[in-house]
């Protein structure tokens, strides 16, 4: 029963590890798109609300720049939605191409997600740590106590 309950304990470690890796790889996924979006050179323009002709529950934003008219999901988006569809509302294109356009003028909803993600992964490694390291200890006070 010893080695089954051991067996248990050392799969469970290993998704513990596995989750918080695939959190961290998410972590600095959203950190390092936060840090390349946040300084580029943005202007300010409206754009329009419009329903996604590919998928019904999601929405573009149509914009003019430059003449130009683009129709483009926002780089910066956590939600499908982000209005009433025809609404209009403030955005944030960027100016060396038009076609990335930001809900946000600082991108700090990516920062903040990333860091969430780093920040859980991290815990839950120290998690899976201080476990092994508790088990080992009581593993060795059980074999000094059969001393």
């Excluded at 972590?27 to 946040?38: A, K, R, W």
């Excluded at 149509?62 to 569809?85: C, I, M, Q, V, W």
């Excluded at 508790?134 to 106590?145: F, S, T, Y």
């Amino acid at each position: 029963m010893k080695k089954l309950a051991e067996k248990w304990q050392f799969i469970v470690r290993v998704i513990i590890i596995l989750v918080a890796i695939g959190l961290m790889i998410t972590g600095v996924y959203h950190l390092s798109n936060y840090f390349l979006d946040h300084k580029l050179e943005k202007t300010q323009v409206t754009a329009l609300i419009i329903q996604d002709p590919k998928d019904t529950n999601d929405q573009l934003l149509k914009y003019s720049f430059e003449e130009k008219t683009y129709k483009e999901a926002p780089r910066d988006r956590f939600l499908p939605h982000y209005g009433n569809l025809d609404e209009k509302i403030t955005v944030y294109v960027e100016t060396s191409n038009p076609q990335h356009v930001f809900i946000q003028e600082t991108a700090t909803g990516e920062g903040t997600i990333g860091s969430l993600f780093l920040g859980w992964g991290l815990f839950l490694i120290l998690i899976a740590w201080l476990e092994r390291r508790v088990l080992k200890l009581l593993k060795r006070a059980e074999n000094i106590d059969k001393s």
